[in-house]
């Protein structure tokens, strides 16, 4: 959903994402003389209105119009130097659930006088918007998104520096409401508050359907899992399996099996044995390479009814750390296609036979009742039909490059590996800039961005190896060799006339399109879509933010003083500018930056 409100020249619009909205504003060059920027105020249902905080106030607050009940920094105060900006309401909150409903954001541009001083704000200039907010649910189809900022300052606040994801040992089941650790503030947080942060909505979406079919006899469930070791759903395939009520097909690559050093993924398997009624209702196996898939389907005695996929791993790392997506189709035909897919591994015992069946040779397409346009394969596929399906994404990539208000925003796991066409027309298309393309991928190596100021792309700091962030910021930790982008998708065309994002758990490159068992989902939507590229927007911003701040900061002092991040930043001098000039690159047309204030407009 989309809603714009304007007024007088100056327009505001709400985009709705999972949970989150992203607010464009956009208004004349003429207008944007003196501008000093906006001030937002938003209304939860129920609540009275809040301002956004900026973390920089002016070099001498009293000098310009001041709410003095408000904090300098409070953006009444201190006017956001941004033509967008992204809102995750409860993102600074830590057990308490975020407060969802219709939300009213009321944006107003703030202006200097001919002296450089912040007038005071005019509510005749104001444009209101209400937009719902919340998880995000359009016909058949549930998204969820992990929050995938371990490498963020609302993270260090909530959990501290040196985060413990699981207790010291070996236990595989553990007490999540147990105390996890302290934050910088001395106040003790349990693993459950960790994980609920952390795995946000698409840990809310695996726990949703897991608990209704723990509570609903006449319910099953099959399960294809890669990487396994979160303890709350282990524990919920536990006791289905003392029912009866389960199957799984667990990776057993190098990655998740030893015979000499069991992975967490054997121990599961010798403790579902133990306790399931029927030894035969788990299968190990890895087709040619691994058994990609992050899939749950849930049937009852008529057949399918629902199905969760996406690019998030059932394990720890996969909810708590990496940044992920899954999608709840609540369709009964696309349920039954998964359906039809675990039945045909199971029979074949997880193996390469798979890409002999018509399941692994064409593409299955549904669009009845309230699922929007969407077509999925399923690999192994033959390598012919491996080449051709990525062929098909990498020409749509291509075609947004041809158009003069193209788009592409993508978060690939590894943009850098991986043979076929995909990730080179990423690549190939930022090179050219001439579209609007926004990206981030991720390997061992690095996190790369793709934002209009490189052309090559920037190599992140900060992972592996901690960065080292000036005032007023905390030190972030680093998360080792380990993937922070694990997601999987692209999305084409965002508010262009035929939107589509390609997801799922494919790593889109051939090797695993031909040997790995995955899912590989295109979605015709714009709203599926805007809530993906969302999502994108706010990963891209947020490590090009923490780039820049450790390229600054390198020889910066550590932080960590007791004092406000405001006040800190007065001690780094950081402050507002007192001019209009960080306008100029959004109505410059040789400037990418005007290409992003006139695409979200």
């Not at 029912?243 to 667990?250: E, F």
Request: charge should be neutral; aromatic fraction near 10%.
């Amino acid at each position: 959903m989309t809603i714009t409100q304007q007024k007088n020249g100056f327009s505001v619009k709400a985009h709705q994402g999972d949970a989150k909205t992203l607010l464009a504003f956009d208004l004349t060059e003429a207008m944007a003389r003196n501008l000093a920027g906006f001030t937002i105020q938003y209304q939860a249902p129920g609540m009275a209105p809040v301002y956004l905080q900026n973390e920089l106030q002016f070099p001498d607050p009293s000098k310009h119009a001041q709410d003095q009940t408000l904090p300098p920094n409070s953006s009444i105060n201190a006017p956001l130097h941004k033509f967008r900006w992204l809102h995750v309401p409860g993102s600074v909150q830590l057990s308490a659930k975020p407060i969802y409903g219709a939300y009213v954001y009321t944006v107003t541009p703030r202006y200097f006088d001919k002296a450089g001083l912040l007038l005071p704000i005019d509510p005749g200039l104001s444009v209101a918007v209400t937009i719902p907010v919340g998880p995000f649910v359009k016909g058949s189809i549930e998204l969820g998104f992990t929050r995938g900022f371990v490498q963020s300052q609302a993270f260090v606040h909530h959990f501290g520096p040196n985060p413990l994801f699981r207790p010291k040992g070996k236990d595989l089941i553990f007490d999540t409401t147990a105390t996890a650790g302290k934050n910088s503030a001395g106040q003790s947080y349990t693993f459950a508050d960790e994980y609920a942060w952390a795995g946000f909505t698409a840990r809310e979406k695996i726990l949703t359907l897991l608990n209704g079919v723990l509570n609903d006899a006449s319910l099953r469930l099959d399960v294809f899992a890669y990487d396994l070791s979160e303890t709350d759903i282990m524990s919920a395939f536990l006791t289905l399996a003392t029912q009866g009520r389960i199957r799984i097909i667990l990776d057993n690559a190098a990655l998740h099996h030893s015979a000499t050093t069991p992975k967490a993924e054997d121990q599961f398997e010798k403790s579902f044995r133990k306790v399931v009624r029927t030894p035969a209702a788990i299968l190990r196996g890895k087709f040619g390479r691994y058994a990609h898939d992050k899939v749950m389907i849930v049937s009852n005695d008529a057949g399918p009814v629902k199905v969760l996929t996406g690019s998030t791993n059932f394990s720890i790392t996969g909810l708590y750390v990496n940044s992920n997506h899954v999608l709840v189709f609540n369709d009964p035909q696309v349920a039954a296609a998964y359906r039809q897919v675990f039945d045909d591994s199971w029979a074949d015992g997880v193996s390469m036979k798979f890409n002999g069946t018509s399941e692994a040779g064409q593409v299955a397409s549904f669009s009845a009742g309230t699922t929007p346009r969407t077509e999925i394969t399923f690999s192994p596929h033959p390598p012919t039909f491996a080449a051709q399906n990525l062929k098909a994404m990498a020409d749509r990539i291509t075609k947004e490059g041809e158009q003069e208000d193209g788009s592409v925003i993508f978060a690939v796991m590894a943009v850098a590996s991986g043979q076929g066409p995909v990730l080179p027309a990423l690549e190939q298309l930022h090179a050219q800039q001439n579209v609007f393309s926004y990206g981030i991928s991720d390997s061992p190596g690095g996190i790369y961005l793709y934002t209009p100021r490189k052309k090559t792309g920037v190599l992140v700091t900060g992972k592996p190896v901690q960065a080292r962030l000036p005032p007023p910021f905390d030190q972030v930790p680093g998360i080792g060799l380990g993937h922070q982008i694990h997601h999987k998708y692209v999305v084409c065309g965002f508010n262009g006339n035929d939107p589509v994002v390609y997801c799922g758990s494919s790593n889109l490159a051939l090797g695993g399109e031909e040997e790995n068992g995955d899912n590989l989902i295109a979605i015709h939507d714009a709203d599926v879509a805007t809530a993906f590229a969302i999502d994108g927007l706010g990963l891209v911003d947020h490590f090009d933010f923490l780039d820049r701040c450790a390229a600054q900061g390198k020889t910066a002092p550590g932080t960590g003083q007791s004092s406000s991040k405001p006040q800190q930043a007065i001690a780094a001098r950081w402050f507002l500018s007192t001019n209009d000039r960080w306008t100029v690159p959004y109505f410059d047309s040789n400037d990418l930056h005007c290409v992003d204030r006139q695409l979200f407009r």
